[in-house]
């Protein structure tokens, strides 16, 4: 936080704090989180937060979180459920640079990917759960590596394209 209020531009600056929310520094980010906006460490430093500066948790729950805490936040949950795979898929897509490509794959992921959830969801039994997302994620990350322009060139069938689906 330190580095970030010493930086001078204009543009946003965030700090994403991903993970439980420990109710011991909690209660130290709550000062951040009011009107005062400035952080006091246990040293009894200041570090005041500019205005172009944000905080954002990604936390799984609220079950340690104080009153305090919540009452300061702006809340918004998205239920992994209702959003579904499509947007990061879509995105991902997006950032692809073929446009036969992107129809192709498209295609292919409305295809299979519903399928294969479905299975994965109810066809067997998890020892460690994965939520959803992260293998959407991880079927991205592999498509990444094996869609080359040596392996895929760019007037490539939807039936080369099929084979990494299968």
């Not at 130290?28 to 005062?36: E, F, G, I, K, Q």
């Not at 906006?37 to 205005?51: D, F, G, M, Q």
């Not at 172009?52 to 936040?73: D, G, K, Q, Y």
């Not at 592999?142 to 099929?162: G, H, I, Q, R, V």
Request: net charge neutral; charged share 25%.
């Amino acid at each position: 936080m330190r580095d970030l209020a010493n930086i001078t531009h204009d543009g946003p600056k965030w700090i994403v704090l991903d993970g439980d929310i420990d109710p011991m520094w909690i209660e130290s980010l709550n000062t951040v989180m009011d009107d005062n906006k400035v952080l006091t460490l246990a040293s009894n430093e200041r570090i005041p937060l500019n205005r172009t500066m944000r905080l954002v948790f990604e936390i799984s729950h609220l079950r340690t979180a104080t009153p305090a805490t919540v009452s300061r936040a702006g809340i918004l949950y998205i239920n992994p459920a209702d959003l579904g795979w499509n947007p990061v898929v879509s995105s991902w897509l997006e950032r692809r640079k073929v446009q036969s490509e992107k129809a192709n794959l498209m295609i292919l992921f409305d295809k299979y990917l519903p399928m294969c959830l479905d299975k994965l969801r109810f066809g067997f039994k998890k020892i460690t759960p994965v939520p959803e997302i992260t293998i959407i994620h991880m079927v991205l990350y592999l498509l990444e590596c094996l869609l080359t322009e040596k392996n895929t060139p760019a007037d490539s069938p939807k039936e080369l394209y099929e084979l990494y689906f299968r």
